[in-house]
């Protein structure tokens, strides 16, 4: 950890550039400053007295029974919410981070696989302090690493060390990892699919509709590089896939419609039909902070009790 580092405080760095944050020492020091600047900023929120507690309450719900209601809750925040029995408040966590070679890709100083690393820690980090059960698994064509799940304190360095040490693997076959993860989550709980998505979306679809079939609340962060989003070259250049190493000349001005259209196209199945499945798709532009994806985890798992 360097000097710089040790003196920077987390509510320093949550709007920070990721590429800089990526700077920042180890992954755990990472994680905390993105999750300790989270809590902070919802400290300072309408919520006010209630970030910290957010584990342990849910949305009153008809039928709940009225004397469940924490009335000091509602003082601060004007909802009702109601304390969560024992076996409402812990969940099992799987987070599924794609280090394919694809994910080698970055344009602005940080790649899709740093920026997926950075968000599976912080989510752990979180997880963690919610003492939920968090488990990793890194993947390419076939499973990588696995940390199986567990919500033990002590549990959380395994994940981070993991993450620490993370290297590209080779070519990208999201389905295959999906299905026989699936068919290994034994209960209810919520999977977290941190890729880019480079594969087949018929393939993607399928493999993450096995996970709700058995039971799962899925959230996929979808992550692309700015210029992957933009296509903002200029000058005719040699465009090489990071994974199967071919090539290809191309003026950027004669295809980036066409680039653009194929993308979006891409994006919107992706969201109508995962939508239809009743999975929370999210692109992430990895220059977006990573407290954004955070905020839509925590969303996800309101609901997955």
Not at 92 to 119: N, P
Not at 159 to 174: E, K, N, P, S
Not at 176 to 205: F, N, Q
Not at 271 to 276: A, Q, T
Request: overall charge neutral; proline content about 4%.
């Amino acid at each position: 950890m360097n000097a710089h580092a040790t003196r920077t405080r987390p509510s320093e760095l949550r709007f920070l550039d990721p590429a800089i944050l990526a700077r920042l020492g180890s992954v755990e020091l990472r994680a905390r400053a993105v999750v300790e600047g989270l809590l902070s900023g919802l400290h300072r929120s309408p919520l006010k007295g209630f970030s910290v507690e957010f584990a342990e309450y849910r949305q009153y719900l008809p039928g709940d029974d009225l004397s469940s209601i924490d009335w000091k809750v509602y003082a601060r925040t004007d909802r009702y919410w109601v304390k969560k029995f024992e076996e409402e408040t812990n969940l099992d966590c799987h987070l599924l981070l794609d280090a394919s070679g694809s994910m080698g890709y970055g344009s602005r100083g940080v790649t899709k696989l740093e920026y997926g690393s950075m968000l599976a820690a912080s989510l752990a980090y979180l997880m963690n302090r919610q003492r939920d059960a968090v488990s990793l698994t890194t993947f390419d064509e076939a499973i990588l690493t696995m940390v199986p799940a567990s919500a033990r304190p002590s549990h959380l360095r395994s994940i981070l060390v993991t993450l620490d040490r993370i290297a590209l693997g080779r070519r990208t076959d999201v389905s295959k990892p999906l299905h026989r993860l699936a068919d290994g989550i034994g209960k209810h709980g919520l999977v977290v699919l941190i890729s880019d998505l480079l594969d087949e979306p018929e393939r993607v679809v399928d493999g993450l509709r096995h996970f709700r079939f058995r039971g799962s609340e899925v959230i996929v962060f979808h992550l692309l590089d700015p210029a992957e989003l933009t296509f903002p070259f200029e000058r005719a250049a040699r465009f090489r896939d990071m994974e199967l190493g071919d090539e290809v000349m191309a003026v950027p001005s004669a295809v980036r419609r066409e680039y653009l259209d194929a993308l979006r196209a891409a994006l919107d199945r992706y969201r109508r039909e995962l939508g239809s499945e009743g999975i929370d798709y999210r692109v992430l532009d990895t220059s977006t902070p990573l407290e954004f994806a955070l905020v839509s985890y925590l969303s996800t798992r309101g609901r997955a009790r």
